[in-house]
């Protein structure tokens, strides 16, 4: 945080004005006195950055009312200037909590090395108390085998070493957050702060005061100067969750930090310029907001240099039962819970659910079967609560579990079944629902007939996709189906 308001505490003349004048300089508002009642009766009226307190004056020692400054809840730091510099001085009066501690005379470098010190301090005392009020989220991982989460990961990859600014799109429950902790993360802002925003909780009259931050007395209530998240998140990056959500008054101050990269803090006149790496998620269609009128359009733009798109689970659905098998872990370590496993029917109902909240969603119905099931040590799809919900399939019948090859224990280990053979279920069911009518079960399943047919003749080699794939299905319907144009492919099982 910028050090903005200094009062300096000498009683020699010429040091206090010197000392005044480069302060100035560096364009802080400074108060110069020259006892110790003046300074008490200044830090009663008004808050200061950063005090440089001489350890003699006429009317008292410094140190001992740097005792009384460490008693205040809003104390500013103390720099002691002294004199008469020994060791034994120093120690005395380092024990007594002063930010630091300089020997006259001293020169203009010293002052700005001491400057720079108490910026850096604030700042990273203001975002570690903002962190540690906001919280941490330990679900910081992005999760998935998928081709798609892949193809994402490899994108954040090339993306994270830049500057650029990112659009993070998609469905609520995507993982957007985990995606721009991801840029964070791997880029080399890492080891500053990421500062989240999130405007859709914030309320209206009180959003640009948080992007922003105010001075004392800007608005009721506003008892004391407070940095922005803007301010926190400098040489870090922000997070501008749910950005659509945010008034139009505000999207325009917002542009003039993104293109300007500095900003005036609610009541205030300073300039105050900021190194921020800008991330911000959505759950609508920006370009739709653009043209009702909801969202600037020049706004848009600048955010969209770089866009993601977080695709839904229902696009990868390889993802579903690797994601169920994590969650299962997490839910238990949790809630004190032995570990539980899930029934060959919660896998296949899990697999054909439609997921409309996505992975929040997915790991809600986990934790919340690992709850109605702590009892038992499998858990059914009754735990699940997703039985007779639209999207979901009813539970596929499953063959016995084969037995793994045995080691060197005897005990046979029961096999989760494969996505191949999860697949062939979900085919088979969705014949047996449509008589083995193959145009209707191709629809049911979002493909084509021609896929179906292909599909099949990979089961024929077994005796239950033989005499499936062989029955009441005429050869006109197959044809029809051939010829009819083709559903487009968004749903299939892989």
Not at 37 to 46: N, V
Not at 107 to 131: R, Y
Not at 282 to 294: A, D, G, I, P, Y
Not at 418 to 439: D, F, G, P, Q
């Amino acid at each position: 945080m910028p050090i903005e308001k200094i009062i300096v505490v000498e009683d020699d003349l010429i040091i206090r004005r010197s000392l005044e004048a480069q302060l100035r300089h560096r364009r802080c508002e400074v108060l110069a006195v020259s006892t110790l009642a003046a300074a008490k009766e200044a830090l009663g009226k008004d808050t200061f950055d950063l005090v440089f307190l001489d350890v003699r004056l006429p009317d008292g020692e410094g140190t001992d009312w740097l005792k009384e400054l460490n008693q205040r809840p809003q104390r500013p730091l103390v720099v002691i200037m002294t004199g008469f510099g020994s060791v034994e001085s120093a120690v005395d009066c380092m024990r007594n909590g002063p930010f630091d501690y300089l020997i006259k005379p001293f020169s203009e470098n010293q002052i700005d090395i001491v400057l720079k010190k108490a910026e850096d301090f604030t700042h990273i005392l203001s975002v570690n108390q903002f962190l540690s009020k906001e919280g941490s989220d330990h679900r910081s991982e992005l999760l998935g085998r998928s081709p798609a989460i892949e193809r994402l990961r490899q994108l954040i990859r090339q993306i994270a070493r830049t500057q650029a600014t990112v659009l993070i799109q998609g469905e609520s429950g995507t993982g957007k957050e985990l995606v721009a902790r991801a840029l964070h993360e791997e880029s080399p802002r890492a080891s500053a702060p990421l500062i989240k925003v999130n405007c859709a909780a914030i309320p209206e009259n009180l959003i640009e005061s948080e992007f922003f931050g105010h001075e004392k007395g800007a608005f009721t209530g506003a008892l004391n100067k407070r940095e922005g998240r803007f301010e926190l998140a400098n040489g870090g990056t922000i997070l501008l969750d749910e950005i659509s959500e945010i008034s139009p008054a505000v999207q325009a101050k917002l542009l003039r930090v993104l293109q300007e990269r500095e900003l005036e803090r609610v009541g205030g006149s300073r300039t105050i310029k900021v190194d921020v790496r800008v991330i911000a998620t959505t759950n609508r269609r920006l370009e739709q907001s653009v043209e009702r009128k909801e969202f600037r359009e020049d706004l848009f733009f600048r955010l969209n240099v770089v866009p993601i798109h977080v695709p839904p689970l229902r696009e990868r659905r390889e993802d579903i039962l690797f994601l169920a098998d994590q969650f299962l872990v997490w839910a238990a370590r949790k809630h004190g819970c032995a570990a539980q496993r899930l029934s060959d029917d919660c896998w296949g109902i899990l697999f054909g659910h439609n997921w409309p909240g996505n992975v929040r969603e997915l790991q809600n119905v986990i934790e919340r079967a690992v709850i109605l099931g702590a009892d038992s040590p499998l858990i059914e799809p009754a735990h699940l609560c997703l039985t007779g919900m639209p999207g979901s399939l009813p539970a596929v019948p499953q063959p016995a579990p084969a037995a793994a090859p045995q080691a060197a224990s005897p005990v046979a280990v029961e096999e989760l079944p494969t996505l191949a053979e999860l697949e062939k279920r979900h085919i088979l069911v969705a014949l047996e629902r449509c008589r083995n009518n193959r145009t209707q079960a191709a629809k049911i399943l979002d493909i084509s007939v021609r896929t179906l047919r292909n599909k099949l003749n990979e089961y024929q080699g077994s005796s239950d996709a033989g005499q499936t794939a062989g029955t009441d299905c005429s050869p006109g319907e197959e044809s029809e189906g051939d010829t009819a144009p083709k559903p487009r492919r968004l749903k299939q099982p892989v």
